[in-house]
């Protein structure tokens, strides 16, 4: 039988990310007015936020001290995710041509949206705060169609453009100024099994992606061991299991190397 306390968790996590994203966009996801500075945070829906979500760390962590003291580390570092994010939007807007502003990448990018979630959720499963991390992506998930697990690391001005079906796993890295199409998986290659049969946790099992790079649409990279080097550009549908040298180009017939002429030739 499930634990009574658990009752309401996910709807109390989902009325958190809202009141957050409210938080950080009161303009765009806030109540109407006739004018709302588009830079303006909301103390007010922090202060909701804070409200709601404190129980619910209680609920996980089964103590209400524990909870208030890992709230008031999460609450306090929302400024730096603001800031990120800002960083994020930037790079959707000048990496897609049909972008026509500001407030479109905010109301209408799904990868902006899931973005958005996973950096909220990422605080939280560095603090080891358990269940409620995956709780929040996997609403990004319902959302928008994108899976990026919380424990990935990822840097700034990161952009997914179109989104549906992206999956990022755990251990992944991504560098800055990344751009991901849909379809795009970075994940794991096979699973070490232990004594028991079963997989192995708490293991490095997805790629590292350098800075600058470009994966387009259902391109799959795989293994923890797995790098990919900066300003790599990584072809539609390419199946990558093994390091690809900074400054190439994968296709699905091979991989292009850069010549310093600017040209490039098949290998």
Not at 7 to 17: F, M, P, Q, T
Not at 230 to 257: F, L, M
Request: glycine share 10%; with cysteine.
């Amino acid at each position: 039988m499930a634990d009574i306390t658990f009752l309401g968790l996910n709807r109390s996590v989902c009325e958190a990310i809202c009141l957050l994203m409210q938080a950080f966009f009161p303009a765009h996801f806030g109540e109407a007015t006739d004018a709302v500075d588009p830079d303006a945070k909301s103390p007010e829906m922090t202060a909701r936020a804070r409200e709601i979500l404190t129980p619910a760390l209680a609920v996980v962590l089964r103590s209400r001290k524990e909870a208030e003291k890992q709230s008031a580390v999460f609450f306090d570092a929302l400024p730096s995710v603001r800031e990120v994010l800002d960083t994020d939007i930037e790079a959707a807007y000048y990496g897609d041509p049909a972008a026509t502003g500001r407030d479109e990448v905010i109301l209408t990018y799904p990868g902006f949206y899931a973005t958005c979630i996973y950096r909220i959720a990422h605080l939280l499963y560095l603090q080891k705060v358990p269940i409620i991390p995956r709780m929040m992506s996997e609403y990004a998930h319902r959302q928008t169609g994108i899976d990026i697990h919380p424990g990935a690391e990822i840097g700034r001005y990161f952009f997914i453009d179109h989104g549906t079906g992206v999956v990022i796993g755990e251990t992944a890295t991504i560098g800055e100024h990344v751009k991901i199409y849909q379809h795009v998986t970075l994940g794991a290659k096979s699973f070490k099994l232990g004594e028991d049969g079963h997989p192995v946790k708490g293991i490095k099992r997805h790629p590292d992606i350098g800075n600058g790079v470009v994966i387009y649409a259902g391109a799959t990279i795989l293994g923890g061991e797995t790098v990919i080097g900066d300003n790599c550009v990584i072809g539609g549908n390419a199946w990558v299991t093994k390091s690809i040298p900074a400054n190439e180009t994968v296709t699905i017939r091979g991989y292009v190397k850069k010549r310093s002429d600017g040209s490039e030739g098949e290998k």
